[in-house]
């Protein structure tokens, strides 16, 4: 029997949804690995819209749920609908809906919340003692939810001390590596969170997709 | 000298855009080749915009190049920067965003036309000699602007019937087979034209970069 996982995106685009990189790269591996996937996102407003060439914020409002479907090419369900005994494996991409979108973390840091939905989907899978993995940004939003995960998202120090005054444990990872927490069964890796080539992000995502078919 | 690919990019998405994955798998495929990449995109608005759950089309606008830059993490230029002069091969990814956005293919059959630019681009490097690349759909726009060209859309009658009306040549493909035109120097692969996997469709992608960097 092929492994199920459950990949929740949090819009298209690295600025204000899931880097699409990541989150396509993480399909890729799943399916190379000969395990399933489907997509799910939250049927929520997006906190806002941005231009990816200006950076700057765009006056209009766009749907998580609806801009996901773009990367799942139609085939996503809302994250309402997830049940943990469904799946056998829960995977987070980055980009920075990560963190404007799931969570509040890019503007409350160690004061963030955690879009309900998602907070449930998490501690669902660490109750069925099943695994999860988390991309980029992704892993601090882990350590909101459980408390003293150990993780790494690279090296960037601002974001290293967030996770620390949220009682996480940070290890300082380069390209490709992963960093285990046995205790939650929690794989992640830094992806774009360091400056990286495509191939590298496709590393990235393969050991941690590896990974947690072997937990 | 590492080669330059052009990638010529439609929106993001696969209804209203450029098809994510195939975009996303041409710059990995690229990269893990060892060449380099610029995205382009013509700084024009979308056909329409629609809701990927759905189907719909939204009550809203996007601009294409804004869009495209999504998939290429802000580093993208509009195609009238672009001189073949500055780059070795030219790579079109599908998603019906060719045959809206960059053509009216996908609404006027073989009466469509190409946007002036994407038009120029194709004309500029047969002139020069260069290889082309073209996935999914986009082989069919190929056909609009190279009289004769040779190319694969993998089987669909429809679409094969619209190719040979414009003067095109079809060679009905599997997964990741390639038809190469010696004569324009111009390399197709069915990709998601085929009911297909997403390691499937990185297949599609390697092998027509591989196949764009011998000639």
Same mark, same amino acid.
């Not at 489907?38 to 609806?66: K, Y």
């Not at 690279?154 to 960093?179: F, L, R, V, W, Y």
């Given at each position: 029997? /092929? ?13 204000? @949804? ?11 591996? #799943? ?8 997509? +799910? ?6 906190? %806002?819209?941005?231009?990816? #060439?200006? @950076? ?7 749907? =998580? ?8 090419? @139609?085939?996503?369900? !809302?994250?309402?609908? +997830? ?9 987070? !991409? ?19 919340? =955690?879009? !309900? ?5 998490? #501690?669902?899978?660490?109750? %069925? ?9 992704? !892993?601090?939003?882990? $350590? ?6 150990? =993780? ?6 601002? $974001? ?7 009682? @996480?444990? %940070?290890?300082?990872?380069? %390209? ?21 080539? #495509? /191939? ?10 590896? $990974?947690?078919?072997?937990?």
């Amino acid at each position: 029997m /092929s492994k199920k996982f459950a990949v929740v995106l949090s819009g298209s685009g690295v600025y204000d @949804g899931a880097e699409i990189h990541e989150a396509t790269l993480s399909l890729l591996a #799943i399916d190379k690995q000969g395990a399933k996937y489907q997509c +799910f996102a939250p049927d929520i407003e997006q906190h %806002h819209v941005i231009n990816h #060439i200006t @950076g700057d914020e765009m006056s209009e409002t766009r749907n =998580v749920l609806v801009e996901s479907a773009r990367i799942a090419r @139609g085939n996503i369900k !809302p994250l309402s609908d +997830f049940k943990a005994v469904d799946y056998d494996i829960l995977l987070f !991409p980055g980009g920075f809906g990560a963190a404007k979108n799931l969570s509040s973390l890019a503007f409350k840091g160690a004061d963030c919340s =955690v879009d !309900p939905e998602v907070e449930k989907a998490i #501690i669902d899978m660490v109750e %069925h003692k099943k695994p999860i993995g988390a991309l980029c940004i992704a !892993p601090a939003v882990m $350590t909101c939810v459980l408390k003293g995960a150990m =993780v790494t998202i690279g090296s960037d120090d601002s $974001t290293i001390g967030t996770i620390k005054a949220m009682g @996480g444990t %940070h290890q300082i990872k380069a %390209h490709g590596e992963i960093t285990i927490d046995e205790k939650y069964k929690l794989v992640t890796t830094p992806c774009y969170m360091l400056d990286s080539t #495509i /191939s590298q992000i496709a590393e990235g995502a393969e050991n941690v997709v590896e $990974t947690l078919l072997e937990l």
